[in-house]
């Protein structure tokens, strides 16, 4: 049960062919979703805004800033996928693609700016006693925030993942945090009613930390890309591809890194000594089809090949 449950609220795909494998597609993906939950967000965020301002109530301000830290940054991601569609240049002869990468070190900032101005609101509304006035509307809101916020996290982290894209992965889980964080704005609610208006503060700071949360987990998956990490298991996937290529006797080195949300991968194949250089050659371009057919998110592939007596692994 407790399984069904986790892959219910975190979805996935189990099909490698559910992966998108041209970038120009994979982009407009991106672009796509980028916009339609800008949109979703928008809409949840004006809404709020009102309704904070008729109530006074710091849970749903807290709540309300992290969605408007959401339209900040989706902007910039909108357009780092729109640069990564750009042809290479002399100048930036690998392509544009890291600018993704680097959208999502804005989108950590933002998120940490909107965790310092919750715990400011909170800390205030501790400090100086605040009557909460329309309950009715700010759990109205609340509910609404809920559920706009979570079929936005649904419709990002599909996408991201469909795509590969870390930094929109790392929006759709900060919206769900969004969702989150407003059902505990009910709370708030329910304290207030009951005649206890510190409960809705100190459910801000609890906003915050959740928040925190998420920033530190996001941010790791950003550092590693932009690091040149990736998980082991690609590599696994692209020497298990390579050998299976009749007339491969085996991968002596594997490397590979995401540029945005492709992967940029060289080989170093061992070959029969006796292969011609033609032969080789398309030796090579079959390996390079073949790895882009079992491999999702495959961008550039470089692929050396060496008489398997003269290549010796490499560090």
Do not use: C
């Not at 099909?15 to 800008?38: F, K, M, N, P, Y």
């Not at 400011?120 to 559920?147: F, K, N, P, Y």
């Amino acid at each position: 049960m407790w399984g069904r449950l986790k892959h219910a609220v975190t979805p996935h795909s189990h099909d490698h062919a559910d992966a998108i494998r041209t970038a120009d597609e994979a982009s407009a993906v991106g672009i796509r979703a980028a916009w339609i939950s800008l949109a979703g967000m928008g809409a949840t965020a004006l809404l709020q805004i009102g309704i904070v301002w008729l109530s006074g109530s710091v849970a749903l301000l807290a709540d309300t800033l992290h969605n408007l830290g959401h339209l900040a940054t989706t902007i910039p991601l909108i357009i780092a996928f729109r640069l990564g569609r750009r042809s290479p240049t002399r100048r930036y002869s690998y392509g544009f693609g890291r600018a993704e990468d680097l959208v999502g070190l804005v989108i950590g900032a933002v998120i940490a700016l909107s965790a310092g101005l919750i715990v400011w609101e909170s800390i205030r509304a501790l400090s100086t006693q605040r009557d909460m006035t329309h309950l009715g509307w700010v759990l109205a809101a609340a509910v609404v925030g809920a559920v706009g916020n979570e079929v936005v996290a649904v419709y990002r982290i599909r996408a991201g993942r469909r795509i590969g894209s870390a930094a929109l992965v790392a929006e759709g889980h900060h919206a769900r945090t969004d969702a989150l964080t407003s059902l505990a704005v009910i709370f708030g609610v329910v304290g207030a009613w009951m005649g206890l208006p510190w409960v809705d503060p100190v459910i801000g700071l609890l906003i915050a930390a959740v928040v925190i949360g998420v920033l530190i987990s996001s941010m790791r998956t950003v550092l590693r890309r932009l690091m040149d990490g990736v998980e082991p298991e690609i590599l696994d996937r692209l020497e298990d591809a390579a050998a299976t290529v009749p007339g491969v006797l085996g991968v002596s080195r594997a490397r590979a890194r995401w540029s945005g949300h492709r992967l940029e991968t060289d080989l170093a194949i061992r070959v029969d000594p006796a292969l011609s250089v033609e032969a080789g050659h398309d030796l090579a371009h079959t390996v390079d089809d073949h790895l882009h057919r079992h491999v999702p998110h495959l961008g550039p592939a470089t692929v050396h090949i060496a008489p398997a007596a003269a290549l010796r692994p490499e560090p």
